[in-house]
Structures are given as C-alpha cells and as structure tokens.
C-alpha cells in the first residue's frame, strides 16, 4: 500500500461521507464558475455584439439605471455626423419585448437605409423593406422561435414576416430581432426616438482622435455619454449592479466550498480519534498524522473542484440556453476562473484540514484509544 | 539502596504511579521495575490488578501521575520521543487489538511500516511474511469486522512485530485463541526471542504454562507488585 492508496482507502471506504462532501464542494464550485461567467458574459456580451457590428463608439443618454430608458431625439444624428471625424452614425432603438406567449427577445430597430456599415450577415432571406411589416432574426433567435424565412412571428402581439436570417455570431446579435426603426418607433409608440447611436470613425485606431469626437459629441447635449464597445454596459447602474452581486454571491459559494470541507474534515476527525490513537500508538509521528488529514481533505477538495467545474461549465451552458437566451448574456466559463476555482478549493481543503489535523496531533495515544 | 548496574536498562519506573478520577482510582501504585535487554518477562495478576496500564506506560501511551519512566538514557521522553520510540525499537500488541476498520488485516499490519526504509512492495511481502506466520495469510484481504476473535488477535500480534522491534510489549495475546493456536504463537515468540539478538519480552497473560516458560514473572495485586522474580538487581539512574 503506497501513501496515496492509503489516502484514496480511506475516502473510498466511507463511501457516504466522502462523495456527499464532494458534492457539497462540487456544487459551491459549479456555483461559483455559474456566476462568475454571468459577470464575464454580461462584460463580454455588448463587447463582442458591438465590435460584430463594426462601431467605433455608442452615444446614449447619461445616468440611465435601466438601459432601455435612454431616450434621444432621432435627429441628434446629424449634429453628430458634422463632427470631424465622424464617418457614420445610425439611430437604434432597443427594446426587450414579447415574442409570441411566453418568448422574450431583444429587438433593434435599424436605420437599414442610411447605414454604409449595416451589413447585416445574412444566412438566408434579405433586409425588410419599408411597410411589409418584415423581421430578420438572429440564428439563435430563429431556432428558440422555430421559425424561418416565410414564419410570422407575433411581435409585442403585433403579425411580422420573418424575410431574414442573420449570420451574426455573438450571443447577443445572434439573440435579436432587427426591424426597420421606423416600424418599431411606430409599435412602441415612440416616433423619433432612438435609444442609442452607433458610430464609426475615420480613423479608429487612433486615440486621440478618437477622444476628439467623444468630447465633441459630449459638448452636443448634458446628459449624453459616448462609449467604446467594452464601456457600454459598465456605465449602466443595473448592470453593474447585477455584476457586483454575481460577484459577492460566488465568493460566498467559495467560502462555503471551503467550510464543508473544514466541516466534514472536522468531524472526520471526531469520529476517528480512535483511529488516529492507534496511529500515534503504533509510531506515527504528529506530522505523518496531519499529512494523512491534510492529505484527505485535498484530495475530496480537488475532486470536488474539478467536477464543480465541469458541472459549473454544463451549468453556464444550460442556464444560457433556458434562462439568459432572450437578454443576449452568454455564460462564459472560462478555464482560468475554473483553475482558480479547483485551485481555491484545494487551498481552503488545506486550510480547512488544518484546524482538524492540529487537534488530532494534540491527543494523547491512551486519551484517543479510550474513545470509541 | 540496591548498588546501581552497570549499563542502564532498556526501560525503567521508578516509583511510578498511575490514578484516575483525581486520585480516587488507583491503576499502578509505586512501582520500581527495571528491564533489561534480553528479558522474557511475564506480567500476571488478576482483573483489574493494572498489568495492561503498566505495560501502557511501558511504551508511553500511558504517563504517569507521578514518578518517572526512562528508556535506555531518556528520563521521562517526550511525547514525540516515545512516538519515535514505537515507530522503530518497541512493538506494542494491544489488548483489545485495535485494527483500524477501513483497513484490511494485511493494510492493518502495513500502516506501522509507513516511515521505515522500504517502499509499498516492501511493506506488503513484510505484511503477507508476518500473516503467513501467524497462520492467517489466507485472511489478508479482509477487514477487521470480516474476521474472528483470534483472527484478529494475530493480525494485531503481526503488526507488532511489523519493525523488527527491540522489545515487544504484548496485552495478552493468547485470550481468544484455541490451545493450539495460542501454543503456536507463544512457541514463534519464544522463537523471535531466542533467534538473534534477541527480541526483548513482555507479556501479559493469564495462561500459566506460558507463565511457568518465562525467565522471569512479575505478578500484580492492586496495582502493586507482590512478586517479581528477577535476578537482576533494579537499576537506578545516576543521581
Ligand atoms: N481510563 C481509566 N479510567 C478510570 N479507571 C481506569 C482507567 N484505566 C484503567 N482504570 C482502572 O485501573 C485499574 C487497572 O486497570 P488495568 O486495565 O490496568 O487492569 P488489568 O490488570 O489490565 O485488567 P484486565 O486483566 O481485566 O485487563 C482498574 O481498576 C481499572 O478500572
Ligand atoms: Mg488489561
């Protein structure tokens, strides 16, 4: 028998404890990796939709709490297309609304006429025209909805063809629905309102430049904000809040990985001090006693870690797939948040082993014989 | 005063005494006891008499109230001395064999070789080697809970022979056995003892032809001990 055979004996020969531990671990983990991948993906989601579309820089209204209470006047387009610099700028208004009963989705109204830079990828169909009342989906969308080219779709209640299938490929863009702006200002009740202007420069890649435009638009109106892509959600208050909660929730889920294991390995070592008695009285010293607990507790810690992060990826998977769909967040579990998580575990199952294996080494050999 | 030896014993008390319940329970009263090297010792005495603490503050896992127990130049070892001590150069047989249960008899007699030179492969032919002698190499695989009360009085006598130790201080290791079996055992102790160097013995028993076999006979009444039948006079550590 080698020391980790000893080590894997005694965590496979108390079956009971040992695998509801490791779940215990598994699921704190999981728990975590979930919710750290909401605040990644919340981060990541208008990134990466907004990069797809080519923008340069977003113009809304400042100090919104909700993103979609942003409310600008259709016509600020053209002051901001006088700023130099600026090669392009195209109104959106944003809505989450209902599709069919019980679907919900992201829905953009486009200025599909004015855009040099609209290329909307599409896999099948074509760009809706004025007054047929057409929708192109997302790919993502389409499939949640069942629907193709030729479906109608109900739209806040309202009949729209679907004419298009769009080929974008981040969670978000893949996740909407684009009509003509005019059309959804009209379903809304919003006529020459946008929520938001995108804009693309002349030269993007210069930063000075590009802060020239930021504090010219800026100048425009008090109350606008003009971000790059990775800003756009950071600057709003819900979403930031949602990401400060997500983050305290998955240090709770951590420190809780890291208190079953202490829990369990404490009590291991209660129930086994006659255990441990015969080892001291057998020979073994104080440290090779510590290193069998300390030695338990990160092996249940670090089999706990992995499968909590496997769990917490299928988790991140399946919690996108039925529950964020509609807002466009991608679950993105990442391997480094998952090493640090199974590493996390295995250090607090270190520390967490330390208390029980201190007070194991502090028993005398007859005082722990005696127990039963 | 008896005049001091010339080397020192392999374990010494010296007017040790060992109470319990703060006083009121008296296990082992004033005893000076000297062992030497080579030592086949018989301790006896009936239920209650004290043999199993005293031969418990042989090896350490029992202090003493009061008094002072030494091993060779070591007076009064620490905790982690006589842990040392166990590891290496005395085997202990307890009583009421204390297996661990997760393990199985070959595991349970492999354990106390963990820190010895030698790897896993060694540990175990050591283990089977020792099991084989005992007469229960075909129970290797089995738990504790698996095996019969003088299956696992053997298991437990081959644990602590495990490291070739100097003394062996067994509690009884002959009760639960047939008359055969524990002839065995007592004839492969005798064996052990006379093989060699010489394996130190001190044994706990109620049996008394193994009693009448043995060099020398302590008896205990009341945690005294009312006869010991050395020839070497006590040796007394320099003032
Ligand atoms: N931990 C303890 N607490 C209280 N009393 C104890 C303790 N250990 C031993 N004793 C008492 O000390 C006395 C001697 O006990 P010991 O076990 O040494 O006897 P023994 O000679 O080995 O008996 P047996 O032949 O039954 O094994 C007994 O009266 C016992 O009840
Ligand atoms: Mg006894």
Not at chain 1, 141 to 149: Q, S
Not at chain 2, 126 to 136: H, K, N
Request: aromatic share 4%; net charge positive.
């Amino acid at each position: 028998m080698t020391w980790p055979g000893l080590l894997l004996r005694n965590l496979v020969r108390r079956p009971g404890r040992s695998s509801f531990t490791l779940l215990g671990v598994a699921l704190a983990i999981a728990g975590f990796l979930t919710l750290t991948g909401v605040s990644k993906g919340l981060r990541d989601a208008s990134q990466a939709s907004l990069r797809e579309r080519g923008i340069d820089l977003v113009v809304m209204q400042r100090g919104m709490v909700e993103f979609f209470s942003s409310n600008l006047p259709e016509i600020l387009a053209d002051d901001i297309r006088r700023i130099p610099g600026v090669a392009s700028v195209s109104g959106e208004l944003g809505a989450l609304l209902p599709f069919g009963e019980d679907n919900h989705a992201l829905v953009g109204g486009w200025q599909l006429d004015n855009r040099p830079f609209e290329a909307i990828p599409l896999i099948r169909g074509r760009l809706p025209v004025a007054g047929e009342h057409g929708v192109i989906l997302g790919q993502v969308l389409a499939e949640a909805l069942h629907a193709d080219i030729g479906t109608t779709v109900l739209l806040q209640f309202s009949p729209f063809k679907v004419v298009g299938i769009g080929g974008f490929t981040s969670p978000a863009n893949s996740g909407m629905a684009v009509l003509r702006l005019a059309e959804l200002q009209a379903l809304l009740g919003r006529p020459g309102r946008v929520t938001l202007f995108q804009m693309q420069l002349t030269r993007p890649d210069n930063i000075a430049a590009r802060e020239a435009v930021r504090a010219a638009v800026s100048a425009l109106r008090p109350d606008l904000v003009v971000s790059v892509p990775d800003e756009v959600l950071k600057t709003n208050r819900s979403v930031a809040m949602l990401a400060a909660s997500s983050a305290a929730i998955s240090v709770a889920a951590l420190v809780m990985a890291g208190l079953l294991i202490l829990n369990t390995l404490v009590m291991a070592v209660e129930e086994r001090t006659h255990e441990i008695g015969i080892l001291a009285a057998i020979g073994w010293s104080r440290w090779r006693i510590v290193g069998l607990i300390l030695g338990e507790g990160v092996i249940l810690a670090a089999a706990g870690g992995l499968t909590g992060a496997i769990a917490g990826h299928l988790g991140g998977l399946a919690l996108y797939r039925f529950v964020l769909l509609d807002s466009g967040i991608a679950i993105t579990v990442q391997l480094a948040p998952a090493i640090t998580a199974v590493v996390c575990a295995v250090g607090l199952g270190g520390l967490g082993a330390i208390y029980p294996a201190w007070k194991a080494s502090r028993l005398s050999p007859t005082a722990a014989l005696r127990q039963r | 005063m008896m005049p001091a030896a010339a080397a020192p014993a392999l374990l010494h008390l010296e007017r040790v005494s060992r109470t319990y319940d703060g006083g009121r329970i008296v296990a082992l009263r004033d005893v000076t006891l000297s062992i030497h090297l080579g030592e086949f010792i018989a301790v006896h005495g009936q239920s209650g008499s004290g043999k199993s603490t005293l031969i418990n503050l042989l090896s350490g896992i029992e202090i003493p109230t009061s008094g002072v127990v030494s091993f060779e130049h070591l007076v009064s070892p620490s905790a982690a001395a006589w842990t040392a001590l166990r590891g290496r150069r005395i085997g202990i047989v307890f009583q009421d064999f204390n297996l661990l249960p997760t393990l199985t008899a070959a595991e349970n007699v492999e354990i106390s070789m963990f820190g010895q030179p030698g790897g896993a492969a060694v540990r175990r032919g050591r283990a089977l080697a020792l099991l084989e002698d005992m007469g229960i190499a075909h129970r290797s695989g089995l738990r504790p809970q698996e095996l019969s009360g003088g299956e696992r009085r053997r298991a437990g006598i081959a644990r602590g022979l495990a490291n070739r130790p100097e003394i062996l201080l067994a509690d009884e290791p002959t009760s639960n056995l047939d008359s055969a079996t524990g002839q065995a055992i007592i004839d492969l102790l005798f064996d052990l003892h006379q093989r060699g160097h010489g394996m130190t013995m001190v044994i706990v028993s109620h049996d008394p032809a193994l009693i009448a076999r043995c060099s020398r006979r302590i008896r205990l009444l009341d945690g005294a001990i009312v006869e010991d039948t050395s020839t070497v006079p006590a040796w007394r550590p320099a003032a």
